[in-house]
């Protein structure tokens, strides 16, 4: 039995293992699902935006009942197979027309989680030479309209924790980019959609 476990950098030691352990046996009809999120909160396991680590944590305890360490209940759901691609979406193709300075100012709403959202995932699997992806980690989706009609989507999401060309070029350690990954995005969807504006 190892005396200590590391995982996303951060370490647990047989304490920390022995309150899984409670925490399980006392919720004996919880999901894996429900017991990950009891024990962010428990630990007081967040983001930096505040929601609980969640998928992190249920990585932990995958690792931590594959090592022999832990029990978990019996899978309940199973993941879905390979999602489908969003339907294809043809916006309005009449396009926003005049001087750039009559276009009025442009408008950027976060459509995740929101009715809009469908439309961002058609518009970039329909348009953008990539198509769509569904983002992994933590993540943001942006609809700009000019005069009420689409004309870009723009999509940000977690930087990755490691990248050598990016860490060699920032100049930090180990240590710095631990502390600070959390500031950084990764732009991973820029489209302005073809024909949106004409400048008449």
Known sequence: M???WKYRGRIFNLAD???IRRLIAA??????WALSRKLCEVWNWKQAN???RDM???GLLLLLERAGEIELPPVRRHPPGKQARPQPV???DRPVCGPLSELGPLTFEQVRRTPQEA????LVEQYHYLGYEQPVGEHLKYLVSAKGQAVACLAWSSSPRHLGCRDRFIGWGMEARRRNIHLLACNTRFLILPDAVTFC
């Open 56 to 58: 992190v944590c249920r």
């Open 27 to 32: 919720n004996p009809e919880a999901s894996r």
């Open 17 to 19: 293992i022995e309150s």
């Open 90 to 92: 043809i916006p309005d």
């Open 2 to 4: 190892a005396s200590e």
């Open 50 to 52: 505040g929601a609980l």
């Open 119 to 122: 439309l961002f995932n058609g």
